[in-house]
C-alpha cells in the first residue's frame, strides 16, 4: 500500500494524464503514523488487540434449518478466525484475536432471507434496503468491534463485507454498515459444504 499525493509533472508541451497514476490512501499507515507504540509492539510480536465479536443471528424460526445457528456453530467460527490470524493455518501471527462478545437472535423471516424470492430484484449485494434495515437494528460498538450477520443469502452467494476504507474521509458510511454477513450454513459444522469451514 502506498500513499500517493499528487499527480507527476508532464514533459515540457504535453498535458498530464491523470488516468496514469493511481491514488490511494491507505488507512493502516495512517494509523501507523497517529499510533506508533502500539505499531512498535504489534511487529515486535508482543501486543496482541483482542476484537469483540457480535454475533446476529437473523432466522426465520428456531430450528436450524430456519437459520437458528447452534452456539456451537458460533464459537466454531470464532476459533477459526483466531487459528487463521495467529498463523496457525499457514502465514505469519498477526497479534489479532477474536472474542466472542454477545450473540443476539433475531426471529423474522422477511430479515432472514436477505434477498428477493418472489420476483423483483434480487438483493445479493451489499447496501440492499434488507442490508440497512438490519444493521441499523443491530449494530453494536464502535470500529473496535467486529459485528457477524448470519442469515439466507441463496444459492450464489457466501457473504459480503465492506472495506474499512468506506468508513473515512468525506462521504464515509455511517458505521452501522460496518460488520460481515455470511450464510449460516458456511459456519463450520454446518451444512453447505464444502464451504463450511
Given at each position: 500500500c502506498i500513499e500517493y499525493d499528487g499527480i507527476a509533472k508532464a514533459p515540457h508541451g504535453k498535458?498530464?494524464?491523470?488516468?496514469?497514476?493511481?491514488?490511494?490512501?491507505?488507512?493502516v499507515a495512517r494509523w501507523i503514523a497517529r499510533n506508533p507504540a502500539a505499531a512498535r509492539a504489534a511487529i515486535?510480536?508482543?501486543g496482541v488487540v483482542t476484537i469483540p465479536v457480535a454475533f446476529h443471528v437473523l432466522r426465520k424460526d428456531t430450528t436450524v434449518a430456519g437459520g437458528n445457528a447452534p452456539l456451537s456453530w458460533i464459537?466454531?467460527?470464532?476459533?477459526?478466525?483466531?487459528?487463521?490470524?495467529?498463523?496457525?493455518?499457514?502465514?505469519?501471527?498477526?497479534?489479532?484475536r477474536f472474542e466472542l462478545a454477545s450473540v443476539d437472535r433475531t426471529t423474522k423471516a422477511s430479515w432472514?432471507?436477505?434477498?428477493?424470492?418472489?420476483?423483483?430484484?434480487?438483493?445479493?449485494?451489499?447496501?440492499s434496503h434488507k442490508e440497512?434495515?438490519?444493521?441499523?437494528?443491530?449494530?453494536?460498538?464502535?470500529?473496535?468491534?467486529?459485528?457477524?450477520y448470519t442469515g439466507a443469502l441463496g444459492k450464489f452467494l457466501l457473504g459480503w463485507a465492506w472495506y474499512p476504507s468506506d468508513?473515512?474521509?468525506?462521504?464515509?458510511?455511517?458505521?452501522?454498515?460496518d460488520g460481515v454477513v455470511i450464510d449460516y450454513r458456511t459456519m463450520p459444522g454446518a451444512t453447505f459444504a464444502p464451504y463450511d469451514e
Open positions: 498535458i498530464p494524464r491523470d488516468d496514469l497514476h493511481t491514488f490511494r490512501k491507505d488507512p515486535a510480536g508482543d464459537q466454531a467460527q470464532v476459533d477459526v478466525l483466531n487459528e487463521s490470524y495467529s498463523g496457525e493455518t499457514g502465514g505469519v501471527d498477526t497479534g489479532f432472514f432471507k436477505l434477498f428477493y424470492v418472489q420476483g423483483g430484484e434480487p438483493r445479493l449485494f451489499r447496501g440497512i434495515q438490519v444493521k441499523r437494528a443491530l449494530h453494536e460498538g464502535g470500529a473496535e468491534t467486529l459485528n457477524v468508513f473515512v474521509g468525506d462521504g464515509s458510511l455511517p458505521r452501522f454498515y
